[in-house]
Each structure stands twice: as structure tokens, then as C-alpha cells.
């Protein structure tokens, strides 16, 4: 099969679009550079997955959706998500590219903390978003998905937490692609400032199962001195949108995050997880939970890299792979020379649901210094036929046994969510596509 690789937009349509859009000169021109490097660089070569023939150049950049007055004029999936009675008081909607509605609490932010979307943020906060946005993270430079992103950056949130506040309700973020061919350039901005914490949860959502799109998705997450960030995740996009996205973290002197992630997309897929642990005591604790189904292809890289003394990383991954599915899981750890006494932990499982399907767990330890503690595990295999004789010989049915084995097998990402309407969603993602 091929696909066309030229990009379809000119400086003339990019810096059209930023100047629409009201932004900085620093933003424009950072577009410009990314598209200009964008014709140049290569694309990213993830391991054991050729994706040369993936679109990442066949959508619409930019369809407009409608905006809402009142929560309750949301559709219902979208109040299901953000809950009708229970919700939180502090959410952003997008539909396709366009900020739907907002609803932040003025007791954050008479404390200082912004949550908005990016197009406000490099509007209000211009200089601050600067500081952080694609400066050490995420380069605009690293290939050729990443440069497109800054050109084309359509969407998102920015998360900011002033010093020394702690913000104990959830943030969510909810990003629909309503319309099949709408694409999604968006880019979330967390940061943390020193002893701070926040949580902060986002879904992305189709519903167009046919329709070739694409998703070039990037968080950047700044976590500083003794600062906490929670970070959960559920992406379940369509069968038509290929999905690049790049969630990377930074963590300074005894500083967290902790990533919850459910990777559920339907569509060739992408993921790139990285935390830099630069400060002395930092920490990184990254969960995901995948589930594969039909031909589609996934790359999944969890790698933490060490630089800071006794910093301490724990990776888990677990899979479930049907049908025809193909997924590639590369856990890394990378411990500088000068990181004495850091830890590093990582254990990938991949539950195999059919003969067609393949897995692939590759646990990478990457060691410069000796006087650290590293360990791993991995293993790819079918149902544990222990367990499912303990089930049915207690009366269950196979197929009810399975259910069981199988939510139990991706439980520890599950019940890391905060926001119950979230948690629930992924449940029913899962039901749904082991099930189907």
C-alpha cells in the first residue's frame, strides 16, 4: 500500500494560521522552523516496526465543532466521562480542534494555578508556556513527526501549579475527534513548580471507525524540586486515525511522576513514554495497559533515563493481544555514570488471546555506573490454564473466566485512576474489545 508522504501545508498556510490564531512571534516562528525541518528529517525508526506506509499526512487540519454555554449541553458520552452528579469542578472539553467548554474553580486559581487551553495560555501566559514548551522535553528537531507537530499544533491544555501549592482535586482533560477526518495536533503542558502536586487525567476519543486520520499527540511534564505530578491517560481512538503520541517527563531533586496510561487505540499506533530523572532522589513510576485487536500494528518505548543519585524507576507494562494484532514493547532503563545508588525495576507481560497474534516484550537495561540496583522480567504467553481450571472448576463459564483473568491481568493500571467516570470508561473499553 501506498501512501503520499508530502505535506500538504506551506509557510503561507502556517503562518496564516498562527496569525488567525492571535500568537506570539516566538510561536509563529517556532512553527515555521518545525515545518521547514519537517521536509528534511527522517521519520522516527521505532524497533521491529516499519512504519513508512503509516498515514501521518492524510487528514484535515483543522474542522471546526460547536461550542457549549452549559455543562449539560455536552453530549451524553462526554457527561459520562466527566460524571453527571459526581463530577469534578475543574475540566476542559475539545471537539476536534475547537475548546468546547471549560469549568475551573476559583479557589485554584486565586491560588495561582492555571489550566486552560494552549491557544489562551500562549494568548495569557505567553512567556511562561514559552519557558517550558519544547525546550528540554520534546525537541522540535528530534524527527520528523515531532517537527510537524510544532507546525501544525492545533490543540491541548497547559497545566501550571505556583510553589508550594497542592492542588487535591483532579484536572481532567477530555479531547473528542468527532468528525472522521478532523485531525489532532494537540500538546499538553504540565508543570509543577517546587513542592508542589497536582493530578491531572485526559481521554482521548473517536468514533469514526473507517475514516483515515491521524493523531500527533505530545505531553511535556515538569515536575520540579519535591514536586508531585500524577499523570493518567486513556486513549481509545478509531480504526482510521494512526496515532503518534510522545508523553515525556522531567523530574528534578527529589521530585514524582507517576504515569497511569491505557493505551486502547483501534488504529496503527505509536507511543513513545519517557521520563528523565535529573534531580538527586527523584522518582518515576510508569503503569500501561494495552489491549490489541484486528491487523493493527503498535510500538510501544517506556524508558526512563537516570541521571540523578539514588533516583528510583519502576516500569510495568501489560498487554493483551487478539485476532491479527502485533504490538512491540521495549522497556528501558538508562542509569548514567554518576547516578550512584539508583534503582531501577521493569517487568513487561504480554497475554496472548489467539494463534494470529503476536507480542514482543523487550526489557533493556542500559548501565554506566556500578554501584546501582537493576532488575527485570518479561515474559509473552497464552491464558494461565491454572487459573482458568481454579475458575470453571468453581462453576464459571470459559468465556466468563477469561473476562476475569483478563481484568485482573490489566487491574494495576485500572485502579491507579482517580476520576471513577474515567476509570470506568477504560473498564468498558476493555470489556469491549476482549470481548468482540
Do not use: C
Not at 481521554?203 to 469514526?208: E, G, I, K, Q
Amino acid at each position: 500500500m501506498s501512501v503520499e508522504t508530502k505535506i500538504a501545508f506551506d509557510q503561507s498556510y502556517v503562518s496564516d494560521f498562527s496569525k488567525q490564531r492571535n500568537e506570539p512571534e516566538w510561536l509563529t516562528e517556532l512553527r515555521l522552523r518545525g515545518l521547514e525541518l519537517a521536509e528534511s528529517l527522517p521519520m522516527p525508526k521505532p524497533e521491529k516496526t516499519k512504519i513508512d506506509n503509516w498515514n501521518f499526512t492524510q487528514f484535515q487540519h483543522v474542522v471546526d465543532a460547536p461550542q457549549v454555554d452549559k455543562v449539560d449541553e455536552l453530549p451524553e458520552y462526554i457527561l459520562n466521562l466527566i460524571g453527571k452528579e459526581d463530577r469534578t469542578d475543574n475540566f476542559i472539553v475539545q471537539r476536534n480542534s475547537t475548546p468546547a467548554f471549560q469549568q475551573f474553580s476559583q479557589d485554584l486559581k486565586d491560588k495561582g494555578v492555571i489550566f486552560t487551553d494552549i491557544a489562551t495560555a500562549v494568548q495569557e501566559h505567553g512567556d511562561l508556556v514559552k519557558k517550558y514548551f519544547m525546550n528540554q522535553a520534546v525537541k522540535v528537531d528530534e524527527h520528523r513527526l515531532t517537527a510537524l507537530h510544532a507546525a501544525l499544533l492545533n490543540g491541548g491544555v497547559f497545566v501550571y501549579v505556583p510553589k508550594n501549592v497542592e492542588v487535591d482535586v483532579p484536572l481532567q482533560s477530555v479531547f473528542v475527534q468527532e468528525d472522521g477526518e478532523a485531525s489532532l495536533f494537540n500538546h499538553v503542558l504540565v508543570v509543577a513548580e517546587d513542592n508542589s502536586s497536582v493530578t491531572y487525567v485526559e481521554n482521548y476519543l473517536s468514533h469514526s471507525d473507517d475514516q483515515a486520520s491521524v493523531a500527533n499527540i505530545v505531553a511535556e511534564v515538569y515536575a520540579g524540586p519535591n514536586a508531585r505530578v500524577q499523570f493518567g491517560a486513556v486513549d481509545n481512538f478509531a480504526k482510521g486515525i494512526t496515532t503518534y503520541v510522545n508523553r515525556r517527563g522531567h523530574v528534578e531533586r527529589d521530585g514524582k511522576i507517576e504515569w497511569a496510561l491505557g493505551q486502547m487505540n483501534d488504529g496503527n499506533t505509536v507511543s513513545d513514554n519517557t521520563t528523565n530523572l535529573v534531580g538527586d532522589g527523584s522518582y518515576a513510576d510508569t503503569k500501561t495497559v494495552s489491549v490489541g485487536r484486528g491487523e493493527q500494528k503498535q510500538n510501544f518505548v517506556i524508558r526512563v533515563n537516570q541521571w540523578g543519585k539514588e533516583s528510583d524507576a519502576q516500569l510495568l507494562a501489560h498487554a493483551v493481544m487478539k485476532d491479527s494484532a502485533s504490538s512491540i514493547f521495549n522497556g528501558i532503563a538508562k542509569i548514567e555514570h554518576g547516578a550512584t545508588k539508583a534503582n531501577s525495576e521493569q517487568t513487561e507481560r504480554v497475554l496472548m488471546l489467539s494463534d494470529k497474534a503476536r507480542g514482543d516484550a523487550n526489557p533493556i537495561l542500559l548501565i554506566d555506573e556500578d554501584d546501582v540496583t537493576a532488575g527485570h522480567a518479561a515474559s509473552v504467553g497464552r491464558m494461565d490454564p491454572i487459573q482458568m481450571f481454579y475458575l470453571m472448576s468453581r462453576g464459571i463459564s470459559k468465556q466468563e473466566a477469561e473476562r476475569l483473568v483478563i481484568h485482573g491481568f490489566l487491574a494495576p493500571v485500572v485502579k491507579q485512576l482517580p476520576i471513577e467516570g474515567v476509570k470506568k470508561m477504560l473498564v468498558e473499553v476493555i470489556e469491549g474489545k476482549v470481548t468482540k
